[in-house]
Nanobody
Framework: QVQLAESGGGLVQGGGSLRLSCAAS????????MAWFRQAPGKERELVAAVSGSDGNTGYAEFVKGRFSISKDDAKNTVSLQMNSLKPDDAAVYYC???????????????????WGQGTQVTVSS
């Protein structure tokens, strides 16, 4: 059973940075595509960033391009999300997700992912 555990959320001032991490267990991590989604109160869960399982190809939502960066470390079984230039609109619960996939193109929809972490809260003050 794949288990995912997020860490690194918290309160940050607008313009600041946070780094989220997700530790995976119970799987051969290198075979998995990973992603970060987020969900704000009253809104749908949306993709933030994704990385393919085959070659580390990455994809981003338009609203985070140039500010966020996703990275996958197969040796440490972790995926991280570096978030810079944070805005109040970035406040949400951030979820790590995983799916067994070898496609070059990162999986981008919620339905693509089988496994989910419990989420970590990110709060951005204005």
């Amino acid at each position: 059973q794949v288990q995912l555990a997020e860490s690194g959320g918290g309160l940050v001032q607008g313009g600041g940075s946070l780094r989220l991490s997700c530790a995976a267990s119970g799987c051969t991590f290198s075979r998995y595509a990973m992603a970060w989604f987020r969900q704000a109160p009253g809104k749908e869960r949306e993709l933030v960033a994704a990385v393919s399982g085959s070659d580390g190809n990455t994809g981003y939502a338009e609203f985070v391009k140039g500010r966020f960066s996703i990275s996958k470390d197969d040796a440490k079984n972790t995926v991280s999300l570096q978030m810079n230039s944070l805005k109040p609109d970035d406040a949400a619960v951030y979820y790590c997700s995983a799916t067994l996939s070898f496609t070059h193109t990162p999986c981008r929809t919620r339905a693509d992912y089988e496994y989910w972490g419990q989420g970590t809260q990110v709060t951005v003050s204005s």
